[in-house]
């Protein structure tokens, strides 16, 4: 005997109320199934849907400032060599003053810091990025103390612009 004639074998010889009982059961299972595979993932998705759009919006928004700030990069006008020179020792002399000492060698320079307070480095730092085009390469640099704007002392290297 096949496994669908013993079942209907057996549901013959159900009583009407036990039948309706076991339809109800199986309703109430395949409602419950309905509901943990279709109905409840999806409202769970349209009540989240606000935070995760506005969270989307300013991951967007983030990324078109990035963007534009990129291009602004891209767009500025290229420096050679002989003024990135110029503008760094310029910066180096008026903002940092007697506490360092700069080397030019070709493409890099090497600046050598004794006692530089650290926020007087973040701006020159910053700065010579815009006005030289000029980025650290490399960095030695040691805390000197333990005074209340922390200062540096040590080396970094420069890399300039090529000609």
């Known amino acids: 005997m096949t496994p669908l004639a013993t079942l209907q074998a057996r549901w013959a010889r159900l009583d009407a109320r036990e039948r309706r009982l076991t339809l109800l059961g199986a309703g109430v299972v395949a409602l419950a199934l309905l509901w943990w595979v279709a109905l409840a993932p999806a409202l769970h998705t349209l009540r ?5 759009h506005q969270r989307l919006d300013e991951q967007l928004e983030r990324m078109r400032q990035l963007q534009a700030q990129a291009q602004a990069l891209q767009n500025r006008p290229r420096v050679n060599q002989v003024d990135a ?21 070709g493409s890099q ?30 960095a030695r640099l040691m805390r000197d103390g333990a005074a209340a704007p922390p200062s540096w002392s040590g080396t970094l290297v420069l890399a300039l612009p090529e000609q």
Request: charged content about 10%.
């Open 48 to 52: 989240s849907a606000p935070q995760q």
């Open 85 to 105: 020179v110029r503008a760094l020792e310029q910066s180096v002399r008026e903002q940092l003053g007697a506490s360092t000492q700069l080397q030019i060698n």
């Open 109 to 138: 320079a090497s600046l050598t810091l004794k006692n530089l307070p650290a926020p007087a480095l973040a701006l020159w730092l910053s700065q010579v990025r815009g006005s030289a085009h000029a980025s650290v390469t490399q």
